[in-house]
């Protein structure tokens, strides 16, 4: 939600033969490569010799890129660059950041929301301050002048512009991460955050600013997350950190352990192609080192003790979208395997549900970014309430695991495109290794069923590669259905998660309408859907594994057939009963029914994203949305 990118070097260094335009070269390629946290506009402020100079322009960041062609920025060290989601205000020219205050020499950019910014604004107006956009951040940029103009007047206040960013902050209400650099202070960023995130990374002789490391991962691995409540000062050789009230703080200290190429397109069409295509590597890794191919089995410090999680009685798992689909397939394994209750919420309707928690309650955060504002949200009132929280995230340091008592990495590597497609499976593979490890702690379930389980999970890597060699069936069956206008999308069990992550893709990708249903469901409402020609994508459960629901979901998928409905059926390798039925038939390797999801998953993700590149649509940055929602 929002890209934020910093660079500082020195002048110096500008003028070598890095080339005199590195702060915008910097801040540039730094943007690029965040973009996937928003794209509604886009802009750059550097601070050079004759003060600040801004661009900005509303739609991709391929629009400014075309600006500063014909409208090139001054050769400067500092610089500062946003790419946008838009919250307070459409996305135009005029609502893009920078935000400029102070008769130009202020210029400012944020993530998050300011939530009391109706007040201020009010008050700056009847003050005389004329905004010329309807945003949050402008309000931020009055703000901090206003009180860069009272510091500044102490010559005490050698870091005036510190002293301002601590002050705004105290007045601020909400989430942000704010950039501002002040032409009465060449060489310096002073940058805040509060429930959003800001990575510094440490170069030599040049420091930078990202919202993730990716914004700065071509230069330096060296990073510094800032933690909750802290303003760092930044210039080319220092990085000064302290908390909202001046007090010396530090940021957390850590090394980039992927390589920039991993977040590379790397000769894909798109990022999500190339995410679809790692999975098999990505379930691998996340398997690695925890459970080996005898079904043997160590999650290593997971920073929750065994006797804590011995003593669980109860397991509420909080996430937002597809990662709420993983948390849903890993209930029916914990309940199947541990015998322990487990509930499923939205993050954003949990804690507003007044939800029973106490000591002996484990709720199981899981994200991908480990930023989503609503997961975090929900972590921080589980744990006020006295819940032990686990995260399981994708994204080493941030937020959620952070704040969270113990954490289990999914280590599927940078996701970039915004439908999430390796960090679902490696959610899934996570969940999957917590229901056994839970099920051996506390020697729960059927043991022959819980050893197969596990020696089949470590089977799962080469099964993700056999569904991946179907891609041309399913992109052939996308194109042929370019047209249609809705799909619906049915499953029993761990398919009925899987119903909704297929119709989620299909919606974000393709702009379809589409839903996912429990199959059981359909005769209770929603098969009044069912028209001549409706397309329905049946999830079917194992032939072999699960006879008695096989059986009811072809009785189900007689009922569309008698109601003209088209059925496209997702089956286990050795089916030989839906094909009768169906009007299409996309085959998957068997496994036993709990891990099916693995496999199941894969086709519904090619089919949104052929369905999206034969509509001709960007299929890594659909509209509207963006990678991390940092916002409630
Ligand atoms: O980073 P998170 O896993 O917390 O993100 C949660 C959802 O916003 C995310 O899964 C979203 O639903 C995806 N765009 C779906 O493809």
């Not at 928003?38 to 010799?49: E, F, M, N, P, R």
């Not at 050893?451 to 891609?471: D, F, N």
């Not at 098969?527 to 079917?540: T, W």
Request: charged share 20%; aromatic share 4%.
């Amino acid at each position: 939600m929002c890209g934020i990118v910093g660079y500082v070097g020195s002048s110096k260094k500008s003028a070598n033969s890095e080339g005199e335009k590195r702060a915008v070269r910097v801040v540039l390629g730094g943007l690029r490569r965040l973009e996937y946290r928003g794209y509604d506009s886009a802009g750059i402020a550097v601070l050079a010799g004759s003060g600040i100079s801004s661009r900005k322009r509303a739609g991709k960041l391929a629009n400014l890129e075309l600006l500063l062609d014909s409208d090139p920025l001054p050769a400067a060290a500092v610089g500062i660059g946003h790419t946008r989601w838009a919250t307070h205000g459409s996305p135009t020219d005029a609502n893009a950041h920078p935000h400029l205050a102070d008769n130009g020499g202020l210029a400012v950019i944020h993530n998050g929301i300011i939530e009391n910014c109706g007040p201020l604004r009010g008050r700056l107006i009847d003050g005389g301050h004329e905004f010329l956009s309807e945003t949050d951040t402008e309000v931020a940029a009055a703000l901090l002048a206003e009180n860069y103009r009272r510091a500044a007047e102490s010559p005490a206040n050698g870091d005036a512009l510190a002293v301002a960013m601590r002050r705004t902050c105290a007045q601020l209400e909400g989430s942000f991460t704010i950039l501002a650099v002040h032409r009465e202070h060449p060489g310096l960023i002073v940058a805040a955050r509060r429930n959003s995130p800001l990575v510094v990374g440490r170069g030599d002789g040049e420091n930078f600013l990202g919202s993730d490391v990716s914004g700065f991962i071509d230069f330096t691995r060296r990073a510094v997350e800032l933690g909750q409540d802290q303003v760092v000062s930044l210039t080319a050789d220092e990085v000064v950190i302290t908390d909202f009230r001046g007090e010396p703080a530090a940021g957390t200290e850590f090394t980039v352990d992927w390589d920039a190429a991993a977040a590379t397109k790397d000769g894909y069409p798109s990022f999500m192609a190339k995410e679809i295509q790692e999975q098999p590597e990505a379930v691998r890794r996340t398997l690695q080192g925890r459970l080996d191919t005898d079904g043997s089995l160590s999650l290593g410090q997971l920073g929750i003790s065994d006797q804590t999680l011995a003593g669980i009685r109860k397991i509420i798992i909080v996430a937002c979208g597809t990662a709420s689909y993983g948390g849903q397939i890993a209930k029916y394994a914990i309940e199947r395997w541990c015998r322990i209750p487990v509930e499923v919420d939205f993050a954003h309707e949990f804690r507003y549900r007044s939800p029973l928690l106490d000591d002996r309650t484990l709720v199981v955060a899981i994200s991908q970014s480990g930023e989503t504002m609503d997961t975090l949200m929900a972590v921080r009132y589980a744990r006020e309430q006295g819940a032990t929280v686990l995260a399981i995230c994708n994204t080493v340091g941030a937020t959620i695991p952070r704040e969270s008592d113990g954490v289990l990495y999914t280590h599927a590597g940078p996701e970039v495109a915004v439908a999430s497609t390796k960090a679902f499976l490696t959610q899934v593979t996570a969940g999957l290794l917590l229901a056994l490890h839970l099920a051996r702690l506390r020697k729960s379930g059927p043991p022959l069923e819980i050893s197969a389980a596990a020696r089949e999970l470590s089977r799962i890597p080469e099964k993700i590669r056999l569904v991946l060699t179907t891609e041309d069936q399913i992109a052939a069956l996308a194109e042929s259905m370019a047209g249609e206008r809705a799909v619906l999308f049915i499953g029993r069990h761990v398919g009925h998660p899987v119903a909704m992550e297929g119709a989620l893709k299909l919606k974000e990708l393709a702009y379809i309408h589409a839903e996912g249903f429990a199959a059981g469901e359909l005769k209770h409402g929603p098969i009044a859907l069912i028209e001549p020609s409706q397309a329905v994508v049946v999830i079917v459960p194992s032939l072999a594994g699960s006879p008695i629901l096989h059986a009811k979901m072809i009785s189900t998928i007689q009922e569309i057939k008698a109601r003209g409905g088209r059925v496209i059926a997702l089956v286990e390798e050795g089916d030989d009963v839906t094909g009768a039925w169906a009007d299409a038939l996309l085959t998957v390797p068997s496994t036993i029914p709990l891990l099916a999801p693995l496999l199941t998953t894969i086709p519904l993700q090619l089919f949104a994203a052929h369905l999206a590149g034969a509509k001709g649509l960007d299929i890594d940055q659909p509209r509207n949305l963006a990678k991390s929602v940092t916002v409630e």
